[in-house]
């Protein structure tokens, strides 16, 4: 037998998600698999802030949501022999019996580099910043380009994008050590921790010709903001409302709407859910990698060590404790 790990959902998250609310059981699985199926075990295991969300349609009990990059252990399916490396969307679990194996993606090549990169920089956020910017926010060189949580997984990939199409980047961050890693290893042109700023004020005086690109991660008041600051056929892409995750439905943002705003700038806003360019997922990483390995484009992983350390790793996402991908090591 197989002692398996796996963390549950112990109770729903009431605003910002605690350690309280997630639970850690065992259960076994036999060693020895039937026709067809498969045994994995966890290698690199993801958190990313859309877990916070998508746990509501959970029920109590549940296996918390996620992708891992796994290992083949035993294995009766010709398709994915032992030692076969998989990315599955198969929970925060260290170990799974897999029946139905089409839920099972081999890992892609991408030469020498870390098969965690495909759960980060080269997987889903990465993915995320190339088809959601590219394909939304349609950027012309010469364009200024705002992007907030600028340092995590999807922003910090997406400043650099942009500035390899030849764009000015205005980042925001929320500790000055990031905000030092945007400037100086990433070269974003502009760079500010929202957290000492009146945001109004900095727009005014740091992009007085407005912004043609904003890509949102954040939403709330800081998006109203930015909002006066587009210029006429500006467009949005609206990734995340990071902001507004951990709050509860009678709190959440009432407005001011910005409807007006679109009317009167003629902007286009749109909203972006990345499972819908999987289809186009060889094309989007094959750039990415080319991007990587001629240095044109940096990745920054904070790594945890242990599958028992999960719950810490996921926790970090909603305290900015993470610069680049946050990614567990089982």
């Not at 609206?238 to 679109?262: D, Q, T």
Request: aromatic content about 10%; glycine content about 10%; hydrophobic content about 40%.
């Amino acid at each position: 037998m197989v002692l398996s790990k796996k963390f549950v959902l112990a109770k729903h998250f009431a605003g910002k998600p605690s350690s309280d609310d997630i639970k850690l059981v065992t259960e076994e699985l036999p060693d020895e698999v039937n026709d067809g199926e498969v045994l994995c075990e966890a290698v690199w295991l993801t958190v990313d802030p859309y877990m916070r969300i998508y746990t509501a349609s959970l029920s109590e009990g549940d296996v918390i949501i996620g992708e891992q990059v796994a290992r083949v252990i035993a294995s009766k399916n010709p398709k994915f022999p032992e030692g076969t490396h998989v990315i599955a969307r198969l929970g925060w679990k260290s170990h799974a019996l897999v029946k139905d194996v089409s839920v099972l993606r081999k890992v892609p090549d991408i030469e020498d580099l870390s098969l965690s990169l495909t759960l980060g920089s080269l997987g889903m956020p990465g993915l995320t910043a190339y088809f959601g910017f590219l394909e939304k926010c349609q950027p012309k060189s010469g364009e200024t380009v705002l992007v907030n949580a600028a340092a995590g997984a999807v922003g910090s990939i997406v400043g650099q994008i942009a500035k390899i199409k030849g764009c000015k980047v205005v980042a925001f961050a929320g500790t000055e050590e990031k905000c030092s890693w945007l400037k100086n290893e990433l070269g974003f042109d502009q760079v500010f921790n929202y957290k000492n700023i009146d945001l109004d004020k900095v727009l005014s005086s740091s992009v007085p010709d407005g912004i043609d690109c904003y890509f949102d991660n954040v939403g709330g008041d800081f998006s109203s903001v930015v909002l006066n600051h587009m210029n006429s056929y500006g467009r949005v892409c609206v990734c995340g409302c990071i902001s507004e995750y951990n709050v509860p439905a009678e709190k959440a943002l009432k407005g001011p709407y910005p409807f007006k705003r679109i009317l009167i700038k003629e902007l286009s806003v749109f909203g972006f859910i990345v499972w819908k360019y999987f289809d186009r997922a060889d094309e989007g990483r094959k750039q990415l990698l080319e991007w990587i390995k001629s240095g044109k484009l940096i990745y920054k992983e904070t790594i945890t060590e242990g599958f028992e350390n999960m719950p810490k790793a996921f926790l970090g996402l909603f305290e900015g404790s993470n610069i680049g991908k946050a990614i567990v090591k089982a």
